[in-house]
C-alpha cells in the first residue's frame, strides 16, 4: 500500500488555527476511510477526526468537535483537518491513515491500517 502524506504541522498561538493535509492513494472508493489520529507525549494516540470517501460521514471525538473539521478533494486526493481554537492540550503528533470502511464503522479507530509518519502540531501555552 501507498502509504498517505502528511502536512502543514507547525507552531501556532493558543486560540489560533491550522489545516493539516493528507495525500492518500485511494484504490476502492466506495469502501475507503481516512482518519486523523494524534498522539501527544505519554498519551496513547487517540482518532479525532474521520471520513469516509464519499463524503457521506464523518466522525469527531468529543474533545474537538466544533472545532476541527475533517473533508476531502476527490480531484487531488487529499483529506483535510482544519483544526479552530487551538488550545496547549491539542500539541500532538498528527498523522493520518486509511481503512476499509463504512458509514457506520467510520469512527472505530482499529480498523485504520495504513499511516502516515505525522506532522507535529505545537500549541505553547
Known amino acids: 500500500q501507498v502509504r498517505p502524506l502528511e502536512s502543514g504541522g507547525g507552531l501556532v498561538q493558543a486560540g489560533g488555527s491550522l489545516i493539516l493535509s493528507c495525500a492518500v492513494s485511494?484504490?476502492?472508493?466506495?469502501?475507503?476511510?481516512v482518519g486523523w489520529f494524534r498522539q501527544a507525549p505519554g498519551k496513547v494516540r487517540e482518532l479525532v477526526a474521520a471520513?469516509?470517501?464519499?463524503?457521506?460521514?464523518?466522525w469527531y471525538a468529543d474533545s474537538v468537535r466544533g472545532r476541527y473539521t475533517i473533508s476531502r478533494a476527490t480531484a487531488t486526493l487529499t483529506v483535510y483537518l482544519q483544526m479552530n481554537s487551538l488550545q496547549p492540550e491539542d500539541t500532538a503528533v498528527y498523522s493520518c491513515?486509511?481503512?476499509?470502511?463504512?458509514?457506520?464503522?467510520?469512527?472505530?479507530?482499529?480498523?485504520?491500517?495504513?499511516w502516515g509518519r505525522g506532522t507535529q502540531v505545537i500549541v505553547p501555552s
Open positions: 491513515a486509511t481503512a476499509e470502511a463504512s458509514s457506520r464503522t467510520v469512527g472505530l479507530a482499529s480498523q485504520y491500517n495504513n
Open positions: 471520513i469516509t470517501w464519499t463524503g457521506v460521514s464523518t
Open positions: 485511494v484504490r476502492a472508493f466506495a469502501t475507503y476511510a
